[in-house]
């Protein structure tokens, strides 16, 4: 059977995970100038990655919400010396020419536009998890990439772990046979986001702007600041919010990329509130070759203490099983034969980044990567909208005849924000 995962690239992506070069450590001419769009929680926790990497500096954080930009801006002095500037703006990032790197953190209606954006300006962006709110979007990105030639990597950073990589190595180098099935699962307790109000949007957050790409809505009380995950024409629902990881190293362990078929069911069963996307959703994938893809998500539930498998491997002489940053293998009776335990973090993910920027290695998530990973959680969505099975054309990953179903492979914009490459 092909190998991609070989021993050279585990070696190498793992070596590059771990720290940044000596050369990158100590030479001006490889400082990286990098300007961070989004300041919430991943935002700021990207703040502190890019801030303690090696030869980089934090210039700007900006944020819509004026005070979460201060706050990540305290957040980076603290730990470098220096404030990186406070702007509400991301477009005074991209016309900075001494900015290498645009961090898009921000909500997902966003990444596309602000990847593309910064792309035509000559910027190497890291995106954060989904890449895109639409597959038309993904499908823009690989374009934009490659025709400003600059590096683009997607925030799934399980792609980095090298315990994670060794596993992937396991399933694709036949340690459980043929591997055939992968199901993988996100669990969380989530309480009600309630039934929001027209009200004013708050003095220090530009509402305008934070809508940016999507067509224009009255400001809600329960929309900000993290539940606009929950509506549709923001946010792509637990799939797209965190499915993405777990469905990405599915498709990655199981050596498949665009589905024949999809299926979604499920739905919004625990509370009665203004969320459109559903809290418990099951999302089967069927691939060419006999290979199956299951996604569970329970956001308000969680397993029996104990459980806490997020992704499992099957095949003719076993199971492999990833839990945390580490896996375990097992026989076909469920006996556990051995358990490898790994170190995680953004860190690594950053690190693989940057030196990719530098031109010292291949990124773990390269954009087209990240856009077929992301593409399954929006087939999923669509075949949950639908409320059918979709078939698949796997050469191009599109849906083939239906064209209500294809009505959302892209969106409508506000105009003068539509992306374009």
């Not at 910064?118 to 895109?132: F, N, Q």
């Amino acid at each position: 059977m092909t190998n991609p995962v070989s021993r050279r690239y585990f070696l190498g992506a793992a070596g590059l995970a771990a720290a940044s070069t000596a050369l990158a450590q100590n030479s001006p001419n490889n400082k990286l100038i990098v300007g961070v769009m989004g300041t919430g929680g991943r935002g700021t926790a990207l703040c502190r990655g890019f801030a303690n990497a090696a030869n980089v500096e934090v210039k700007y954080t900006c944020d819509v919400d004026r005070d979460r930009a201060a706050e990540a801006s305290k957040i980076v002095e603290g730990l470098t010396k220096k404030a990186p500037e406070v702007i509400q703006d991301y477009r005074r990032i991209l016309q900075d020419k001494e900015v290498d790197i645009l961090v898009c953190a921000t909500c997902n209606h966003w990444h596309a536009p602000a990847t593309i954006a910064a792309l035509a300006a000559g910027k190497h962006v890291y995106v954060e998890k989904p890449c895109s709110h639409t597959p038309r979007e993904g499908e823009l990105m690989v374009q934009a990439a490659r025709k400003a030639d600059k590096k683009v990597q997607m925030g799934n950073q399980r792609r980095s772990y090298a315990k994670i990589i060794e596993a992937i190595e396991e399933v694709r180098k036949g340690t459980i046979g043929r591997a055939y099935y992968a199901q993988c699962w996100y669990l969380n307790l989530r309480p009600t986001i309630g039934r929001g109000m027209a009200v004013a949007a708050p003095a220090n957050l530009d509402y305008n702007l934070w809508q940016g790409p999507a067509p224009r809505k009255e400001f809600r009380s329960n929309f900000l600041h993290y539940n606009w995950h929950w509506f549709w024409h923001w946010g792509n629902g637990e799939l797209g919010n965190n499915g993405v990881h777990y469905i990405d190293l599915c498709r990655w362990g199981l050596d498949v990329e665009y589905p024949t078929r999809v299926t979604s069911t499920g739905g919004r069963y625990r509370f009665e509130d203004d969320q459109e996307t559903p809290d418990t959703n099951l999302v089967n994938y069927d691939f060419a070759g006999g290979k199956s893809i299951k996604w569970e998500g329970l956001s308000c539930n969680r397993m029996p203490a104990g459980k806490g498998v997020e992704i499992q491997f099957h095949g003719e002489r076993g199971t492999i099983a990833i839990e945390g940053n580490g896996y375990s293998v097992y026989d076909p009776a469920g006996k556990l034969l051995r358990a490898e335990k790994g170190e995680g973090g953004d860190s690594i993910h950053i690190n693989n980044f940057l030196e990719g920027v530098r031109g010292n290695g291949r990124l773990s998530s390269e954009i087209e990567i990240a856009h077929k990973s992301t593409l399954l959680c929006h087939l999923g969505n669509i075949a949950y909208r639908t409320g059918r099975l979709l078939n698949i054309d796997n050469k191009t990953g599109q849906i083939r005849d239906d064209k209500q179903a294809m009505q959302y492979w892209t969106r409508e914009y506000e105009k003068g924000y539509e992306p374009t490459v």
